[in-house]
């Protein structure tokens, strides 16, 4: 599913009242305050849905598979999603459907 994906569902749940455009704008703002708010370090959790985070991965040492030469990875900082229970149950529906 792309963005135009999601933009286009979105505008049929919510009816005939919004343009397309609108909640397009409305799309855009809601992934740049999740963008915001994981640059911030600030967690983000939807009931039903998820939670965002960022965690902090430690240093470790890797191999260049060109060289086999050992190489280190410094720390850094990744976003994580986690799902609710609620999705996970509904996911794993798909599993008992068979796709």
Same mark, same amino acid.
């Given at each position: =599913? !792309?963005?135009? +994906?999601? #933009? @286009?569902? #979105?505008? @049929?749940?919510?009816?005939? /009242? $919004? !343009?397309? *455009? ?7 703002g809601?992934l ?7 640059? +911030?370090? @600030?967690?983000?959790? $939807?009931?039903?849905? /998820? !939670? %965002? ?7 470790? =040492?890797?191999?260049?598979?060109? !060289?086999?030469?050992?190489? @280190? #990875?410094?720390?850094?900082? #990744?976003?994580?999603? *986690?799902?609710? *229970? ?6 794993? *529906?798909? +599993?008992? $459907? /068979? %796709?």
């Open positions: =599913m !792309t963005k135009a +994906d999601l #933009v @286009e569902q #979105v505008a @049929e749940a919510i009816g005939p /009242g $919004i !343009t397309k *455009k609108d909640c397009a704008l409305v799309v855009d809601f740049n305050a999740v963008k915001l708010a994981l640059s +911030d370090g @600030e967690n983000i959790e $939807i009931r039903g849905f /998820g !939670t %965002f985070k960022v965690r902090k991965r430690k240093t470790r =040492m890797a191999r260049n598979p060109r !060289t086999g030469e050992a190489v @280190e #990875v410094p720390s850094r900082s #990744v976003p994580v999603f *986690k799902p609710s *229970k609620q999705l996970r149950a509904r996911v794993e *529906k798909i +599993d008992e $459907i /068979g %796709f």
